[in-house]
Each structure stands twice: as structure tokens, then as C-alpha cells.
């Protein structure tokens, strides 16, 4: 089976910019959840998808959205990005059963400029 | 509100040499804690899952255990080896009506040296 993929791995933006990341979760995954790692900050929740449904939500700004297609794939947006984005930008897929383990993608490393 | 430590908050060991790794959460409903590791600039793999009932979960080398009177667990990891140099996250999982709530800690940074 796959693993969970993220595209692109590496991203250079400047300030003010937005940026779509894409996330395809492994096969038969329904749950898609977003993440933001920065140094000191550990990882914080941005936010969850399921079946197409924002189902969580983090503390993050209004920039910061995305979406969940019918096939769960996800897509992240930030938009006017600032030198504060920048950050690895992971994804994580949840498995249906009753532990709900999380297999994490390799992350976007976004570094806005 | 939802904690979970972590300590020591970075660690420098010699190769073959045991270590133990601690968590403390304040989370709660709670539903199971696990334990990643991640390499630098990687995503975090997972080590050990364990729900209430579960005391001690081993994956080779690294044995996890969890008090759910005291709400701390511990990672322990044996005769380690220079790939074991990696951060360690406890993560705790509360169970809401919006499924499940991950509460992050912010991680133990291990290095094992020569």
C-alpha cells in the first residue's frame, strides 16, 4: 500500500502570496488532517477533513484554509502569506479502525521570503 | 484545557546506552497515547499506540508504558543506535463527538553519539 504523498516537498514564496499544498492520503482513508511545524512550536493542528467535512478545527488565522475532494484527496491553502508561515507543513491520514492511528506524509517545507 | 509534556526537552546519549523518555497529559476524555518518532525534515512514524487498558507496548527496541492513574507514560528505548538520533513526540488523543482530539507534545530531541 502507498503511503501518504505530499506535493510539492519544497516551496519558496515571497511575502504576500498564496500557496495551495496537496495531500493524497493512503488508499481507503477517509480522514485527512493538516499540520503546522516550526521550530519550539511542536506540531500544531490546523485542521481536520473527513468525507469531504471540515470536522476539526485549529487556532489558526482565516488564511489558512482547504478541502477535502471525493476521492480524500486535500488541498491547504494560506493566502497573504507572511514570514511566520514558514514552516513544514505535514499531513496525516487516519485509518478507519477503532485506534485511529495516523500515518504522517513527508511534509511540504515552505519557506516564505 | 489539554497538555502534554514532555522531558527532558533534549538528550545526548552513547551508542549502546539505555534511555528513558517521560510524558505527562492533561487530557481528557482520553482515548490512547502515542508515541512518534521523527528524522529531521521527515514526517513522524509511529511507535506504539496504547489505549486505557494498556500498560507496557513494546515495537523492538522501544518499550512504551503508560499509568493512567498518574496520566504519565514513559518511552523507553535499549541499546540504542546512531539511527535512533531522531525527535521523540507523546501525542493523547481525546475522544470528542468530533472524533478524536490529538493533543501534541512538543517532543524530545535525542541524539545518540560515537
Known amino acids: 500500500k502507498a503511503g501518504v504523498t505530499q506535493t510539492p516537498r519544497y516551496l519558496i514564496k515571497t511575502r504576500g502570496q498564496q500557496v495551495t499544498l496537496s495531500c493524497s492520503p493512503i488508499?481507503?482513508?477517509?480522514?485527512v488532517s493538516w499540520y503546522q511545524q516550526t521550530p519550539g512550536q511542536g506540531l500544531q493542528f490546523l485542521f481536520e477533513y473527513f468525507s469531504e467535512t471540515q470536522r476539526n478545527k485549529g487556532n489558526f488565522p482565516g488564511r489558512f484554509s482547504g478541502r477535502q475532494f471525493s476521492n480524500s484527496r486535500s488541498e491547504m491553502n494560506v493566502s497573504t502569506l507572511e514570514l511566520g508561515d514558514s514552516a513544514l507543513y505535514l499531513c496525516?491520514?487516519?485509518?478507519?479502525?477503532?485506534?485511529?492511528?495516523?500515518?504522517f506524509g513527508p511534509g511540504t517545507r515552505l519557506t516564505v521570503t | 484545557k489539554n497538555q502534554v509534556e514532555q522531558s527532558p526537552q533534549s538528550l545526548i546519549i552513547l551508542e549502546g546506552k539505555n534511555c528513558t523518555l517521560q510524558c505527562n497529559y492533561t487530557v481528557s476524555p482520553f482515548s490512547n497515547l502515542r508515541w512518534y518518532k521523527q528524522d529531521t525534515g521527515r514526517g513522524p512514524v509511529s511507535l506504539t499506540i496504547m489505549t486505557f487498558s494498556e500498560n507496557t507496548k513494546s515495537n523492538g527496541r522501544y518499550t512504551a508504558t503508560l499509568d493512567a492513574d498518574t496520566k504519565q507514560s514513559s518511552l523507553h528505548i535499549t541499546a540504542s543506535q546512531l539511527s535512533d538520533s531522531a525527535s521523540y513526540i507523546c501525542?493523547?488523543?481525546?475522544?470528542?463527538?468530533?472524533?478524536?482530539?490529538?493533543?501534541f507534545g512538543t517532543g524530545t530531541q535525542l541524539k545518540v553519539e560515537l
Open positions: 496525516a491520514s487516519t485509518n478507519p479502525g477503532a485506534a485511529s492511528e495516523q500515518y
Open positions: 488508499s481507503g482513508h477517509r480522514s
Open positions: 501525542v493523547v488523543s481525546a475522544l470528542t463527538g468530533g472524533g478524536n482530539k490529538l493533543t
